[in-house]
């Protein structure tokens, strides 16, 4: 079983930024999307960001839309979410999520992945 491993997170000002990483157990790990989920305190778990494999495409949450970047890095197979300027409304558990089947329409849907990293905390102090 594949194992999504997440670091990066902490705690912030408002303002800052924070690059969190995430790493699969196995490079060869064949998946079709890569993305990164989010869950504050009392809220349910919602998508941020998505990465493509086939052609790089991304996709972003309207609520982090210019000031999130995801990206990959393919030799060492671990996907970024570079965040700036960053919100108290930011403040939540960060995870990782990768998966094989998924279709487009369907990304921002996390009962579609089917590995799940830890997930790492940020805060956002104002």
């Known amino acids: 079983q594949v194992q999504l491993a997440e670091s990066g997170g902490g705690l912030v000002q408002a303002g800052d930024s924070l690059r969190l990483s995430c790493a699969a157990s196995?490079?060869?790990?064949?998946?079709?999307?890569m993305a990164w989920f989010r869950q504050a305190p009392g809220k349910e778990r919602e998508f941020v960001a998505a990465?493509?494999?086939?052609?790089?495409?991304?996709y972003y949450s309207d609520s982090v839309k210019g000031r999130f970047t995801i990206s990959r890095d393919s030799a060492e197979g671990t996907v970024y979410l570079q965040m700036n300027s960053l919100k108290p409304e930011d403040t939540a558990v960060y995870y990782c999520?990768?998966?094989?089947?998924?279709?487009?329409?369907?990304?921002?849907?996390?009962?579609?992945?089917?590995?799940w990293g830890q997930g790492t905390p940020v805060t956002v102090s104002s």
């Open positions: 196995d490079r060869t790990f064949n998946w079709r999307f």
């Open positions: 999520a990768a998966g094989r089947g998924i279709i487009l329409s369907s990304i921002r849907m996390a009962k579609q992945y089917d590995h």
């Open positions: 990465f493509r494999r086939s052609g790089g495409n991304t």
